[in-house]
């Protein structure tokens, strides 16, 4: 059974930092492609960042460049999300999410529907 579980969340105050991490568990880490998605109250959930397999590859959301950036740990099964500057519109539940990918993939993936897994999401919240 795979699970991804985040951690890291909190209430800050605007410009403010975060540091999110995902452990992933149940599955090969490194065969995994990683993404984090964000949803606000009202508001479909929405791409923030992805990572590839290796690490090598990053892909972000433009309202996010510059601001947050994506790492992983293969050897603690770990994803990492560094929010730095953040904004009040910031504020929403961050999710983690793995697709299994093949062994020279160094894709990334924006669109959720690519994923297989998902983690049950960690609180942010911005205040200004």
């Known amino acids: 059974q795979v699970q991804l579980v985040e951690s890291g969340g909190g209430l800050v105050q605007a410009g403010g930092s975060l540091r999110l991490s995902c452990v992933v568990s149940?599955?090969?880490?490194?065969?995994?492609?990683m993404g984090w998605f964000r949803q606000a109250p009202g508001k479909e959930r929405e791409f923030v960042a992805a990572i590839s397999r290796s690490g090598g590859s990053t892909s972000y959301a433009d309202f996010v460049k510059g601001r947050f950036t994506i790492s992983r740990d293969n050897a603690k099964n770990t994803v990492y999300l560094q929010l730095s500057s953040l904004k009040p519109e910031d504020t929403a539940v961050y999710y983690c999410?793995?697709?299994?990918?093949?062994?020279?993939?160094?894709?990334?993936?924006?669109?959720?529907?690519?994923?297989?897994?998902w983690g049950q999401g960690t609180q942010v919240t911005a205040s200004s």
């Open positions: 999410a793995a697709k299994g990918v093949g062994y020279l993939n160094y894709a990334v993936y924006e669109n959720q529907y690519h994923y297989d897994y």
């Open positions: 149940g599955r090969t880490f490194s065969s995994c492609a």
